[in-house]
C-alpha cells in the first residue's frame, strides 16, 4: 500500500540512481514530480523522459504539467534558495499539490583531487550534505503536514566500523576510525572546510582516491545525523511533528560515483561483474540502480512493514533496518553538526517554519 497523491520532489535527478527514481515517479503516474538536476538545458536520459510524460491532460481537455525540472546546484546557497522559492511558489498558489516525499538523492564524491565552494567549503561536504540541509529547512513549509516523507540517500561510507568499507579501505588505519573526534566547532569545521583528509596537491599521493572517500563519509555521516536530529527538532513543533525523515543505503552501485572516472573499458568490465553480482544476490552489497530505487520509493510511499505509517528516524539498508553508525547517534556531535550548519547556511529567522531551528 502506498501513500496518498502528491508532490515527490528529487535531487540528483540526472544520476543513475536518480533517472531510475524520476522515470519510477512518472510511472506511478499519482504523483506531480519536481526533479532538481544541475543544467536544464543539458540533454540527458532524463530531459527526454520528461519530454515525453511532462504533460497530461485534464478532464477540461487541456494540458497540465505534472513532471518538470528545476534548477539546482546545491554548492550554491543562492541556487538552493531559488530552487526553493520556486516550489513554495507553486506549493503556496495551488499549482502544485503539497510535498508527499522530499528524497535528497544528489551525491558527489570527489575521486581525485579537492574543490571548494566560492564560500570556501568543501564541494563534498555541500553537495551531499548543506546543501540538502539548506533546501530540507527551507520546503518545510511546503510539505503535507500528516503524512510528508523526508527520505535521505545513506550509505556505508558514514561508518568507518560498518565492514562494507573493507572494500574500499579508506578506513583501515586508526585515525581514521572516528570522523569527528569531538563535538567542538573546530572539528566540524575541519570537515565543513575540507581539512579533514584533504587530498594532496598531487594525485600520485593518492592514486585510489581515499581521502575523497572519506570526506564523502564525513558528508553522509553528517548527512545520516539529520534523520535522528531533524526528527527530534520536528517532533517538538506540534504543526510538523507527523512528518518524518528516514533514510536508505541504497548498497554499492554501478553509476557514474563508483565507476565514473574509469575510462568506458574498465567502467563497463567492472559495471557488467557488478550487475552479475547484484542480479545473483539482490539484496546483497552490489545493487542495481532499479532494485535501490524501488527501496527508495517504498520508503517514500509505502506504508507496509517494516517501513509502516510512521518511520521516523528509520533506516534502511535496502529495504532491512539496519542501526546508523556511533557517531550519529551522538547528540553533542549532532548539534555541533546542526549549529554549524546554521552558521554556514546564514540561515535566518523565517525562512523556514521549523520553530527549534537555531
Ligand atoms: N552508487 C553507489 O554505489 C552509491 C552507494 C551508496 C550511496 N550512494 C548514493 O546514492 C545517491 C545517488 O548517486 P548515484 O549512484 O546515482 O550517483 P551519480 O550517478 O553520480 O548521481 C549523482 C547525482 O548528484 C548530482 N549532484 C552532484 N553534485 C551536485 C550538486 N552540487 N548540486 C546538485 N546536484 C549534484 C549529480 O548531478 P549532475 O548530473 O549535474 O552531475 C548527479 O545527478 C547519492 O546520494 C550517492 O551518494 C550511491
Known amino acids: 500500500m502506498t501513500m496518498p497523491t502528491g508532490t515527490i520532489v528529487l535531487t540528483g535527478a540526472n544520476g543513475g540512481l536518480g533517472t531510475v527514481l524520476a522515470s519510477n515517479i512518472i510511472d506511478a503516474k499519482d504523483y506531480h514530480g519536481i526533479y532538481t538536476v544541475r543544467d536544464v538545458s543539458s540533454d540527458t536520459v532524463l530531459s527526454s523522459i520528461l519530454r515525453r510524460n511532462a504533460v497530461r491532460p485534464t478532464t477540461a481537455g487541456d494540458q497540465q504539467p505534472v513532471h518538470e525540472m528545476v534548477a539546482l546546484d546545491l554548492c550554491k546557497p543562492s541556487s538552493v534558495r531559488e530552487a526553493a522559492a520556486a516550489i513554495n511558489t507553486k506549493v503556496q498558489s495551488g499549482a502544485m499539490p503539497r510535498i508527499q516525499a522530499l528524497i ?41 503536514k500528516e503524512s510528508g516523507r523526508i527520505v535521505v540517500i ?15 579501505r579508506a578506513f583501515v588505519e586508526d585515525e581514521w576510525k572516528q570522523i569527528l573526534v569531538d563535538a567542538s566547532s573546530e572539528t566540524v569545521d575541519a570537515i565543513a572546510k575540507g ?7 598531487n594525485s600520485a599521493n593518492d592514486p585510489r582516491g581515499l581521502c575523497g572517500i572519506r570526506r564523502y563519509g564525513a558528508a553522509k555521516l553528517c548527512l545520516v545525523m539529520m534523520i535522528i536530529e531533524l526528527q527530534n527538532r520536528l517532533n517538538r513543533d506540534p504543526d510538523i511533528s507527523r512528518i518524518a525523515i528516514l533514510g536508505v543505503d541504497p548498497g554499492i552501485m554501478p553509476t557514474h560515483i563508483t565507476v565514473g572516472d574509469h575510462g568506458w573499458l574498465v567502467k563497463s568490465i567492472i559495471t557488467f561483474v557488478m550487475r552479475i553480482l547484484a542480479w545473483k544476490n539482490p539484496d546483497g552489497l552490489m545493487r542495481t540502480p532499479q532494485k535501490s530505487a524501488s527501496d527508495v520509493l517504498a520508503a517514500a510511499l509505502s506504508v507496509d512493514p517494516p517501513i509502516g505509517s510512521t518511520p521516523k528516524s528509520v533506516y534502511l539498508n535496502g529495504s532491512q533496518p539496519k542501526p546508523v553508525s556511533g557517531e550519529a547517534q551522538d547528540d553533542e556531535k549532532r548539534a555541533a553538526v546542526w549549529r ?19
Open 104 to 144: 535528497l538523492n544528489a551525491g558527489l564524491r570527489e575521486a581525485h583531487g579537492q574543490t571548494w565552494t566560492d564560500e570556501g567549503l568543501d564541494t563534498t561536504f555541500t553537495s551531499n550534505y548543506l546543501g540538502h540541509w539548506l533546501l530540507t529547512l527551507l520546503l518545510l513549509r511546503s510539505m503535507d
Open 154 to 168: 545513506g550509505g556505508a561510507v558514514h561508518d568507518p566500523l560498518d565492514p562494507c568499507n573493507s572494500i574500499n
Open 195 to 201: 581539512e579533514w583528509s584533504a587530498s594532496p596537491a
Open 340 to 358: 554549524a550548519s546554521v552558521k554556514y547556511t546564514n540561515l535566518k529567522d523565517g525562512e523556514t517554519v521549523l520553530v527549534d531551528w537555531a
